[in-house]
């Protein structure tokens, strides 16, 4: 039976045919949607894990127990779990592991470019690269046996084209799957230096069978046909690759390392030019330039942002094809760039906080949107939980800062990563508010629960965090709650913790706009009392516009939050009829 699938979803349905047992993750855009899709399915067991080095490691303890395991995470995300990753590749495994990176090549939802096939070469572990749906499932299955053959974790590559795509999949049923018997092997499992000196020779010896491998495997085909172009591809750009030179002959290659090096020294000798195609680094052109094969790629195709069929006309046929827009004779669409919902607790926070002219450490969330006109309110933001960290820096390095410096987290990547950053906060006594933006959920990837939701991933009552509580346990004496959209209350919270001179921690609670399924009615404005002072657009709600003189407020885009009549001075804002009551 063939089914519709998104290369996220066919992911899911491969580890489940070939007998998944335990599924973690952390939610990441553009991976999400593939833990979310095994919750769905029986006899797995799936789990949002705290962040994504917890995830592996619970994917891990799994495997080793003997079932077959699967951990999920955008690139950036294995940054965070690169240290369980690395010493499990010498470890080894005992059920299949198989560890999934979703790259994000034009940074859609992320903060770099980064190519995480260099992770696999660095650890010695095979890395996959499905080119569509249908391989997505193959490879995933296959990744499986690859794993378990030879004693390693397998790093399954995507990127955000190929895990939002869809195409159609053939789909079987589950493998029926046992656990695998779990043997003590500290020797093996029990990675001490005495230990991991022998498990590297390991871990060399199967990166020699693994480049044995790569020759034979059904993964790595070339596909003969005019040899006067021979292009050496994986992932989607295979697709680019076929759609732009139909006639060209092509090395594809679903397992991009270990490389297989007589299969394209073989496959370069039998045509006249070799082309690399490749998104981002020069990760196949550079190690193929190493096996003193003359090639093309880097130097024609770019090696910043997503390739799209005209990037490989322009590079490789020379054309000039200009870069793809609208169609001639059509308008130009107008900019959109991205902002906070209406009804959004974080505008709120930023507003005041650009009110009182603070220097503001952001975080990952939909609340880096802060930093964005008109709140313009955030200084820094560098990765997941480093806004505490870097707020810390901030006021030890410049003591004008002290008084004046905020770091702004929201719940799950409170929970993620800087529950450490406020225990370095009390420990070296900084003199920092740490705002907790707790609006109930895991917002940007989708609405996904958290510990401190009280439900799991298949939405089954859990225990919940208490922030205050934490908060006090790691030894901060000031705590409290406001409410976001409560501007004076929040600026007055506000004002005292910076003249404390201590850490503290305010927790901003207001659930997430579009979790709410009664919103309030709608606000609206009184043209007579609107003086235009334009103080309800610094807020910059996309449910308001200024237009003929007066300020209007669309009723299909209002909540009815009540923030624009907060800050509203004339009562020119209210329910409709009563703005200037």
Avoid at 449 to 459: A, F, K, V
Wanted: one cysteine or more; a neutral charge; glycine letters at 8%.
């Amino acid at each position: 039976m063939k089914v519709l699938l998104s290369g996220n979803e066919a992911i899911a349905r491969g580890a489940w045919e070939a007998g998944v047992g335990v599924a973690a993750a952390y939610p990441g855009t553009p991976s999400t949607e593939i833990l979310e899709t095994l919750a769905t399915l029986p006899e797995v067991r799936a789990q949002w894990s705290p962040n994504e080095k917890v995830a592996l490691e619970v994917a891990y303890g799994a495997a080793v127990a003997g079932s077959r395991a699967l951990a999920a995470m955008k690139h950036v995300g294995l940054n965070v779990a690169a240290d369980p990753l690395l010493s499990a590749a010498y470890t080894g495994v005992n059920g299949g592991l198989v560890v999934v990176t979703a790259d994000d090549p034009g940074m859609h939802s992320s903060q770099n470019e980064q190519d995480n096939r260099h992770y696999a070469r660095m650890a010695k572990i095979p890395c996959v690269e499905p080119s569509d749906s249908q391989e997505a499932k193959d490879f995933t299955a296959l990744a499986f046996d690859l794993s378990e053959e030879f004693d390693t974790p397998v790093l399954l590559r995507t990127t955000t084209r190929i895990s939002h795509s869809k195409s159609l999949v053939e789909v079987g049923e589950r493998t029926a799957r046992f656990l695998k018997e779990y043997a003590k092997e500290p020797s093996k499992y029990v990675i001490i230096p005495a230990h991991a000196r022998v498990r590297h020779s390991v871990v060399e010896a199967r990166l020699l069978d693994l480049a044995d491998y790569a020759e034979r495997t059904p993964l790595n085909r070339v596909e003969w046909r005019d040899k006067r172009i021979g292009v050496i591809a994986s992932g989607i750009s295979y697709q680019y690759v076929r759609e732009v030179l139909p006639e060209a002959s092509v090395l594809k290659l679903g397992l991009t390392f270990p490389l297989p090096a007589g299969l394209i020294a073989s496959f370069a000798a039998q045509v006249e030019t070799v082309w690399v195609v490749e998104e981002l680094e020069p990760f196949i052109e550079d190690q193929v330039k190493a096996m003193g094969i003359r090639c093309r790629g880097k130097d024609a195709l770019p090696r910043e942002g997503e390739f799209n069929p005209d990037t490989l006309r322009r590079a490789i046929l020379d054309t000039g094809a200009p870069p793809a827009g609208p169609a001639p004779g059509s308008p130009a669409l107008p900019v959109r760039p991205p902002v906070l919902c209406p009804g959004c607790p974080h505008r709120g926070v930023f507003y005041a906080l650009k009110q009182l002219n603070l220097t503001v450490t952001g975080d990952i969330g939909c609340y880096t949107l802060g930093v964005m006109p008109p709140l313009e309110a955030m200084d820094t933001c560098l990765c997941m939980g480093a806004s505490i960290s870097a707020a810390i820096g901030m006021v030890k390095a410049n003591s004008d800062l002290i008084g004046h410096t905020v770091a702004v987290i929201g719940d799950s990547t409170f929970l993620h990563s800087g529950m450490t950053g406020l225990l370095d906060a009390v420990y070296n006594k900084a003199p920092i508010p740490v705002l907790i933006l707790d609006n109930r959920t895991t917002a940007m990837t989708g609405h996904q629960d958290h510990p401190g939701t009280g439900r799991t991933l298949q939405g089954e009552p859990a225990a919940a965090l208490d922030y205050l509580a934490l908060a006090k346990a790691l030894g901060v004496k000031r705590v409290s709650v406001v409410d976001p959209l409560n501007l004076e209350q929040l600026k007055a919270r506000l004002r005292e913790d910076l003249a404390a001179g201590e850490p503290a921690v305010i927790v901003a609670r207001r659930p997430c706009a579009l979790l709410s399924r009664k919103p309030a009615a709608p606000l609206a404005v009184d043209p007579a009392a609107c003086r235009m002072c334009r103080s309800c657009l610094r807020i910059g709600c996309p449910a308001i516009s200024a237009a003929g003189g007066t300020v209007a407020i669309d009723p299909g885009l209002c909540n009815g939050c009540g923030l624009c009549a907060g800050v509203c001075k004339f009562n020119a804002i209210g329910k409709a009829g009563e703005a200037s009551a």
